[in-house]
Nanobody
Framework: VQLQASGGGLVQAGDSLRLSCSSE???????MGWFRQAPGKEREFVATISRGGTVRDYADFVKGRFIISRENAKNTVHLQMNNLKVEDTAVYYC???????????????????WGRGTLVTVSS
């Protein structure tokens, strides 16, 4: 499945952004995840959602601020980012891994499909 992330941009601290990750193929069989990579740092887990969208998991640093969701009929996954902080500045990537019902995956090494990232810059 080929993935394309979009929706990044330059915002101020406290603002919101909604990222989208779309595919030309069905994403129904896939557990989906969002990751990010800040300059000079390793790529890190942000959020993941199960195939049906009923189970979600988040990195501690985004809990209560970010929401991951999916629209399987549109082959799209979203990341709603609220109350953005300067430290959220990074390139955000979406990823996919075939999985089973109810499964979420936080480990970066388990994903085998990656999209091009979208840059989010948060200014103070």
């Amino acid at each position: 499945v080929q993935l394309q992330a979009s929706g990044g941009g330059l915002v101020q601290a406290g603002d919101s952004l909604r990222l989208s990750c779309s595919s030309e193929r069905t994403i129904v069989p896939y557990v989906m995840g969002w990751f990010r990579q800040a300059p000079g740092k390793e790529r890190e887990f942000v959020a993941t959602i199960s195939r049906g969208g009923t189970v979600r998991d988040y990195a501690d640093f985004v809990k209560g601020r970010f929401i991951i969701s999916r629209e399987n009929a549109k082959n799209t996954v979203h990341l709603q980012m609220n109350n953005l902080k300067v430290e959220d500045t990074a390139v955000y990537y979406c990823a996919a891994k075939e999985g089973v019902t109810g499964q979420t995956i936080a480990s970066i090494n388990r994903y085998d499909e990656w999209g091009r990232g979208t840059l989010v810059t948060v200014s103070s």
